[in-house]
Each structure stands twice: as structure tokens, then as C-alpha cells.
């Protein structure tokens, strides 16, 4: 799912391309994708996009005299900028925005449908899709602890909450935490305030950072490889590879459609961790250290 670096980089070239300019036409691919009945995409044609901004993942295209697309792209959901008139590619292909000079195209791989278009009328309309997460960069570090103690959670699903922070999903966080040298399932009301502001400043310094690498990456382009997944990043997506500070194998543990990432050596003292379901299929059999995982590998190879 693009994340806070991701949609920043989008509202970028968003606003190179398309801010001041006449949406001259609309074309629906998936009756799926529009989630709302009125006003209709069609009551956008011949009107100018005055600006672009994000509420948490969710890419929002401002019209005059106050109309609103609102673009959720979930897991697999992308845009695409193409020549004037691009067609939309197959069963890909969600909707497309035509300008004079170009044209918009929103699409997303896979079967499962789940990215999103609100079209939204009004100023209410528009603050009830946002899930009330607010930006860690606005935060003083007061605010920023009061928050994350609010509840008693793991700091991986804290860093996740939509309506705790906003724009950090599931690759980010890994980064974050491992950045900050902390367990993803560490309690958030456990830690102290030297924690806390450690966790603060990791966040704003992963985001930051993977937002200008980006950014450099896709220069005054349009973006187009948008992944969870990129070389360069610590943990996230490097199961079984060496941490790039210890050297240490990267876990990984997998629960519903996500997973956590972590250096076992830097974040949780040389333990590993396990959820509930794998803990007890495994029981006894289950590694509790990196040394004990390096044996059963071993004694298996």
C-alpha cells in the first residue's frame, strides 16, 4: 500500500501535471471503484483542479467551486500518466481522468478490488472519510507521547492506526521500529519518555528520508514504480536477508494479510518473537533465540 512517502511524491507530480488545468473528460473501467452516488465523476468534466493534498493514504483532487475526488489506492492501487486519450488497460484499469495534454489513469492489479474514488460535494462530506490520524510532523513531543499512550497497544499497531497517526502502514512502521531499535510488539504505555521521543524522531526520520529518496528517484517525472518493497530499506520485505547493522537474519511474522518485519539482534535482545496462532501450532519446537533457530537449521540441513 503506498504510504506517506509514496502519496507525497504522488501529490508532487500531481501538481505539476494537473493543478490549473480543465478535466476535459471521464471514463469509468470498474463500476467497483466509486464508492458514492452524487455528485456523479461526470459533474467534474469542464471544471478546473485547483489542488492536490492527501488525508492520510487517501489522494485528494480539489475542483472548483467545491467538488472533490477522493482517491483511497489500498493495497494495489496506482496512477498513471499517459498520452491524451490513453485507453484503459483491461481488467487493470479502475478510471481515467483526461486532460488536454494527458491523461490520468488509475488502475490496480489483482483481483481483489479495493481501491476506492469518493466523489464528495461539501466540506463535511470530505472530513468524514478522514479516519482522524494526525501527522507525527506536527507533533511536539508532549502531544506525540500523550498520543501513543492514549492506549495500552503495540507499537506496531500504534504506528498503523489510521486514526492514531497518519500516512504510516505496514512498511514504514518496520523501518521506524527498527530504526529506533525497538520490539514491534513492545506496549506503548511501557515505555518511558527518553522511548517515547526515540520512537518520535525515528518516525519523523524514516519518512522524511524515504520521501526526498524518492523524490530524487522519480525527479520531475511522474512516478511509476510505487512499492512497499525497495532496495534500500532495512527490515521490510527482507526476510531471512542480513540486517544492515548487525548482520543478523531478518524475522518476519505473518499474521491475516500483513507482517512484521524486525532485526531480532537490534530490537527485542537477540528474541524471537511469535504470534499467538504460530506459538501455539509450534509450542516447545518454537526458537526462542537466534541462537536456538541457527541450531534447528542446522540440525535440519
Not at 476535459?24 to 468534466?45: K, N, Y
Request: one cysteine or more; hydrophobic letters at 40%; a neutral charge.
Amino acid at each position: 500500500m503506498p504510504e506517506l512517502p509514496d502519496v507525497e511524491v504522488y501529490l508532487d507530480a500531481l501538481r505539476r501535471y494537473v493543478v490549473g488545468r480543465t478535466l476535459r473528460g471521464f471514463r469509468l473501467g470498474s463500476p467497483f471503484v466509486l464508492r458514492t452516488v452524487a455528485p456523479q465523476p461526470a459533474d467534474a468534466v469542464g471544471r478546473d483542479i485547483v489542488s492536490v493534498s492527501r488525508i492520510g493514504k487517501r489522494v485528494v483532487i480539489a475542483f472548483d467551486d467545491d467538488l472533490w475526488f477522493v482517491i483511497h489506492l489500498m493495497i494495489a492501487g496506482r496512477l498513471r500518466w499517459r498520452k491524451p486519450g490513453a485507453g484503459l488497460p483491461g481488467r487493470r484499469g479502475l478510471a481515467a481522468f483526461d486532460f488536454d495534454d494527458g491523461t490520468l489513469l488509475l488502475t490496480e492489479e489483482g483481483r481483489k478490488k479495493r481501491a476506492s474514488l469518493h466523489v464528495v460535494g461539501s466540506r463535511e462530506d470530505l472530513d468524514a472519510l478522514d479516519p482522524g490520524g494526525v501527522d507525527v510532523a506536527d507533533l511536539s513531543s508532549e502531544v506525540f507521547a500523550t498520543i501513543l499512550r492514549r492506549d495500552n497497544r503495540t507499537l506496531k499497531r500504534a504506528l498503523t492506526d489510521p486514526h492514531i497517526f497518519s500516512g504510516i502502514g505496514n512498511a514504514y512502521s518496520d523501518e521506524i521500529l527498527h530504526h529506533a531499535r525497538m520490539s514491534p510488539f513492545r506496549r506503548t504505555r511501557q515505555l518511558s519518555e527518553a522511548e517515547l521521543e526515540t520512537i518520535r524522531r525515528s518516525t519523523l526520520h524514516v519518512l522524511a528520508d524515504w520521501t526526498e529518496r524518492i523524490r530524487d528517484e522519480v525527479g520531475d517525472g511522474f512516478p511509476e514504480k510505487v512499492t512497499a518493497f525497495r532496495d534500500g530499506m532495512a527490515v521490510h520485505g527482507r526476510y531471512g536477508q542480513p540486517c544492515p547493522v548487525c548482520g543478523s537474519p531478518v524475522q518476519r511474522i505473518v499474521y491475516a494479510e500483513n507482517e512484521a518485519n524486525y532485526c531480532a539482534s537490534c530490537q527485542t535482545g537477540g528474541k524471537m518473537l511469535a504470534d499467538r496462532s504460530l506459538s501455539r501450532l509450534l509450542k516447545d519446537d518454537w526458537p526462542k533465540t537466534l541462537e536456538e533457530l541457527e541450531a534447528k537449521i542446522g540440525v535440519r540441513s
